[in-house]
């Protein structure tokens, strides 16, 4: 019982509590396309594709989220739209974003997600421990964005357990996992190998 008690108070010191109802929802849409699909382009020129994915990347590192559950919300709060788990074929899983903000960043722009796609392969990474990417596709008739995004069982990672996980709590949202759209169970993986580490994120 104290071997419990004491690996209680361990993970709860290293759980850092994100209450959503502190986040307000006035932000402005054309503020954030202004940003995201003028300014940052603008800046970052023709490597925006590439610099932002790789942002992504480094951004879930900075707020490593426990499980599916936590990433649909961050994606929610954060702005990013909402994410939905569609399909699952052994090592890769193809995952929806759509929503009031992606539907005016596709009409209004031409818009890189790869922020998104980053963020999303890096968590999933993080949590499943295997070596894994994502690609972007845009559905401009629909107005939704899907993910592609690929681990390869042959490359598993050592990685560290983050000193902080980011607990992302809504009081409103029942803690039911079928209230999620992201599963938290594993797909079924194989032997194939895509993408390897030593493979060039294709943008």
């Not at 983050?162 to 209230?179: A, G, Y």
């Amino acid at each position: 019982m104290t071997k419990e008690v004491n690996e209680l108070v361990s993970r709860n010191k290293n759980e850092q509590q994100v209450d959503l109802e502190n986040f307000n929802e006035t932000t402005s849409l054309f503020g954030y396309e202004l940003i995201r699909d003028v300014l940052i382009p603008n800046l970052l020129g023709t490597d925006t594709h590439e610099i932002l994915y790789w942002a992504g990347k480094e951004l879930a590192r900075q707020y490593p989220l426990q499980n599916r559950q936590d990433i649909s919300r961050f994606f929610d709060k954060a702005g990013f739209g909402l994410i939905e788990l569609n399909k699952e074929q052994r090592n890769k899983q193809i995952y929806t974003l759509s929503g009031e903000i992606v539907q005016a960043r596709l009409e209004h722009a031409q818009p890189s997600f790869n922020l998104e796609a980053g963020f999303l392969a890096e968590q999933i990474q993080t949590q499943d421990g295997l070596y894994t990417e994502a690609l972007t596709e845009i559905n401009q008739k629909a107005k939704v964005v899907s993910f592609i995004v690929q681990s390869d069982i042959k490359d598993r990672l050592s990685i560290e357990e983050p000193l902080t996980h980011f607990v992302m709590s809504d009081r409103k949202v029942n803690e039911d996992e079928e209230s999620s759209p992201i599963s938290n169970e594993l797909p079924e993986q194989d032997d194939e190998a895509l993408p390897t580490r030593s493979s060039r994120h294709e943008l």
